[in-house]
């Protein structure tokens, strides 16, 4: 198989891909990639503090950090028309939110239990959702996403109004059967969806290697020719640059596209999760050669960014995530009578 | 004797039950886990800590890793079962039923009977349940009133440590196919394990407390809650059974019939919303069997009829109580 090492990252990608997707990084104005920075450091610093209310206590049950993955929501995302596109992911989800451009404030009172959250406090953060943004959630059984994927991307095309879906699942949901199902049934009626496999080297506590019998999971769709790239996905350029070539194949009504995002989870699988599977030096070594937003940075010092515009950045985010988390803090309980609402649309 | 939590009263029970028998063999998500850059093979050893070592042991062919596939992990639970194997496969949340039903109930529950009694499958489906934790709809169900509705399954829900042994072995031993039923916030609970070979059989429900006044019936972690109440009632001299059930099927119907002849009044405290749940099973067998010897209507204690929410203080009104129970219990002794 034709694989080649990417400049910056010294990740394995390969290359032999369909002629149709083939892909460049994509060339960013300042203005740009100033916009993919402002995004990544968001999601990097909404979770550093989404983590230290879970630590204090603050947010209950399970809680899955983006941190590390922040270039593929974000190279793709930007790609995508708000309002027209769907985008449906699984638990690790508080990114792809933020993307969608859903108020980190009611974000945050979701992970907090609150009234004020999105989903009224009876989600949390597994379990979010925003018809208005095009976030059709937040979803916690490993792999029902993909089909509902399949669902949105069929809705598109009834409605004919050239919007695309994007199913985000991970390399362990991509061992569930109804990923299949719903590969051959996207390819057979040319769904528009792009399924997004953002390989993060683990399931939980378990390697890819241990639980796939092929680990290039961009070949995951062979035997239905959907076809899939691959992409390295600590770099929002080349997520971009890759996307956009898939959203118009997609777009253009020629069926289903698989991007295999080659990227790495920083934290454990939860907050719950010691990660003792890996050493520290692996993570060290991915957060020091191949963190997405130190990446974007230099990027942005090449073209003359100063120091001083990045600090302000930084400030500016950090108030935001700030304003959140009190708000997140502050906001009432939700009121008892909640438990009995919105069962149903009727009544029994 | 031994002292242990519930979590290694079910390790160490599969554990000897696979050295006894080389059939028997472990397959599930995360059971092993690992080869990342640290932690060998065994870094994780099942996220309940329930198969720590069990790799070190027994080794790759009876200790399966598996994708996350749960529909091909039961399946392959019934065709091993169907060869003669007596595989023991986790689901890591009895919620991921929903992902394999279709093993489980057009599979598996109905081999035997189907095939005209040519077969056995001898599987254990272990599965993590309950609420408590705000893990939210979909990783907090009770789940059991489901798996108890199916024909052609066992379903076991210990509550102490030495239950989970003896039933575990009962299970495993079974030519049946068992649910197994681990409530979470059980699994750190501590008791007197007994030591070698304990089997439980199936539908022997225990008494936990004695009292004439009102039959309190629980299972997995209502029943603490069950006892909490009828602690709190002794003090005032009111006396309840609590009878731990141990087996929802088959169900010892007996003990629950023999009590309520004594007492005339029965709780049931279930952890399923109440709608075809265990509550409404027993409320039935009772008005059935024991109608002569009521002295006021049963009363069901359950969540409502509604999934489960996130918000620590919707979850609390969501799940019984002790205070639940202990008023349920009043409410039938203040019947006129
Ligand atoms: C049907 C089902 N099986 C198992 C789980 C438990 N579980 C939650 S996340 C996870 C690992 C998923 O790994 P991956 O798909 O690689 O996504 P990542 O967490 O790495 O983003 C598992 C096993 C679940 N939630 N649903
Ligand atoms: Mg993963």
């Known amino acids: 198989m034709a694989r080649t090492k990417t400049a910056k990252s010294g990740a394995e990608i390969a290359t032999d891909m369909h002629p149709d997707l083939a892909f460049q990084t994509f060339t960013a104005s300042k203005d740009q990639l100033l916009e993919f920075y402002k995004q990544m450091l968001l999601i990097r610093r909404f979770e550093e503090r ?56 009611v974000v945050m009172a979701e992970l907090t239990g609150r009234a004020a959250g999105i989903s009224q406090g009876k989600g949390g953060s597994m379990h979010m959702f925003s018809v208005e943004h095009g976030f059709f959630g937040g979803h916690g059984i490993v792999g029902a996403q993909v089909s509902l994927g399949a669902g949105l991307g069929f809705a598109h095309k ?46 939980m506590g378990t390697a890819i290697a241990r639980a796939s019998s092929e680990v290039h999971l961009y070949r995951r769709g062979e035997s239905f020719r959907v076809p899939g790239i691959q992409v390295d996905g600590m770099d929002v350029l080349a997520v971009r640059g890759a996307s956009e070539v898939a959203i118009d194949y997609v777009r253009s009504g020629k069926g289903p596209v698989i991007m295999e995002m080659m990227t790495y989870r920083y934290r454990g699988h939860s907050m719950s999760d010691p990660a003792k599977y890996r050493s520290k030096e692996e993570v060290q070594d991915m957060r020091e050669h191949n963190d997405p937003i130190e990446r974007a940075k230099k990027a942005l010092e090449a073209m003359g960014v100063g120091e001083d515009v990045l600090k302000t950045i930084d400030k500016d985010i950090r108030t935001r995530v700030s304003e959140a988390a009190d708000f997140a803090e502050q906001s009432p309980e939700p009121d008892p009578n909640e438990l009995y609402t919105d069962v149903l649309v009727g009544s029994y | 004797m031994a002292e242990m939590m519930m979590r290694d009263a079910i390790l160490t029970t599969i554990r000897d039950e ?39 042991e027994f080794g790759a062919d009876r200790v399966i890793d598996t994708p996350i596939s749960e529909s091909a992990i039961v399946g392959a639970a019934g065709g091993l079962a169907l060869a003669g194997k ?20 057009n599979q598996m529950a109905k081999f035997r009977y189907m095939f005209g009694g040519k077969t056995t499958c001898p599987a254990v489906i272990r599965m993590a349940y309950g609420a408590g934790y705000n893990a939210a709809a979909q990783h907090s169900q009770a789940v059991y009133a489901l798996m108890t509705a199916l024909p052609g399954l066992k379903v076991v829900l210990p509550s102490t440590p030495a239950d989970a042994k003896g039933l575990l072995t009962q299970a495993i031993r079974d030519d049946d196919p068992v ?19 304990y089997i439980i059989p199936f539908a022997h429900a225990r008494l936990t407390r004695a009292g004439e006044d009102v039959t309190i019936v ?32 088959p169900l010892d119907e007996e003990a629950i019939i023999d009590s309520v002849e004594v007492t005339g009044r029965l709780v049931v405290v279930d952890e399923n919303p109440p709608r075809c749940s265990i509550a409404a099973d027993i409320t039935a067998l009772v008005a059935r069997r024991a109608y002569a010897s009521l002295k006021a209507p049963p009363e069901m204690v359950t969540p409502p009829h509604t999934p489960i929410p996130f918000a620590r203080e919707l979850e609390s009104a969501y799940l019984p109580s002790p205070d639940k129970v202990e008023a349920a219990v009043r409410k039938t002794l203040a019947w006129k």
């Not at chain 2, 007596?86 to 109930?105: H, I, K, N, S």
Request: charge should be negative; charged fraction near 15%.
């Open chain 2, 18 to 56: 696979m050295r006894r028998d080389p059939n028997v063999v472990v397959l599930g998500e995360d059971l092993v886990g690992g080869m990342g850059t640290a932690g060998g093979p065994e870094a994780i050893g099942g996220i309940w800590s329930t198969s720590t070592g069990l790799f070190g």
């Open chain 1, 50 to 105: 989404a983590g230290q209310l879970y630590g204090l206590g603050l947010i209950g049950g399970f809680c899955h950090l983006y941190i590390g993955q922040e270039a593929v929501a974000v190279g793709l995302q930007s790609a995508i028309t708000p309002g027209k596109d769907s985008v449906v992911t699984g638990y690790r989800d508080h990114g792809h939110m933020l993307l969608c451009g859903i108020d980190p404030k």
């Open chain 2, 86 to 105: 007596r595989p023991v496969a986790e689901l890591m949340f009895a919620d991921f039923v929903g992902v394999c039903l279709d093993q489980l109930w």
């Open chain 2, 179 to 197: 649910i197994f039923m681990e409530h979470k916030a059980l699994y750190g609970i501590t008791g007197e394990v007994p030591d070698g070979d």
């Open chain 1, 158 to 203: 009834y409605k004919g109004d050239g919007g695309i879906a994007i199913a985000y699942f991970g390399d362990g949901a991509a061992n569930q059967g109804q990923v299949y199902e719903s590969l051959n049934m996207a390819e057979l009626w040319k769904l528009p969806v792009i399924f997004v496999i953002e390989n993060n080297q683990y399931a």
């Open chain 2, 218 to 249: 629980a299972s997995g972690m209502m029943l603490g809650f069950a006892e909490a109440a009828a602690d709190k009632l002794a003090a005032e001299g009111i006396g309840c059974d609590v009878i731990d059930l141990r087996t929802t099927s």
